[in-house]
């Protein structure tokens, strides 16, 4: 098992920019592919960006593509997305996951992943 723990939210002003961390502890002798996903009330938690055990290879939603970046440094079991030009809608709960399949077949949907961060809250005020 793997548990994870994101840090570095916080509010921000649109325009502005974020990165949000997760580091992962327990059995990091194996890979993982790995993804960010958001949540706001009421809606369904979406996939954000995402990347195979591998890392080299990158997924992400429409909506984020060419502001977010992820990216993973394995020396530190840390997972990292890079948020720049915020806007309101990007406000929500961000969930790092983790999952046991080295290649997902759809690794923006949540039903591949196995485990689950608590979440770090952005916020983007206009």
């Known amino acids: 098992q793997v548990q994870l723990v994101e840090s570095g939210g916080g509010s921000v002003q649109a325009g502005g920019s974020l990165r949000l961390s997760c580091a992962a502890s327990g059995s990091t002798d194996r890979s993982y592919s790995m993804g960010w996903f958001r949540q706001t009330p009421g809606k369904e938690r979406e996939g954000v960006a995402a990347?195979?055990?591998?890392?080299?290879?990158?997924f992400y939603a429409n909506s984020v593509r060419g502001r977010f970046a992820i990216s993973q440094d394995n020396a530190k079991n840390t997972l990292y997305l890079e948020m720049t030009r915020l806007n309101p809608d990007d406000t929500a709960i961000y969930y790092c996951?983790?999952?046991?399949?080295?290649?997902?077949?759809?690794?923006?949907?949540?039903?591949?992943?196995?485990?689950w961060g608590q979440g770090t809250q952005v916020t983007v005020s206009s």
């Open positions: 990347t195979y055990a591998t890392g080299d290879k990158a």
């Open positions: 996951a983790a999952s046991e399949r080295g290649a997902l077949l759809s690794p923006l949907h949540k039903g591949g992943y196995n485990y």
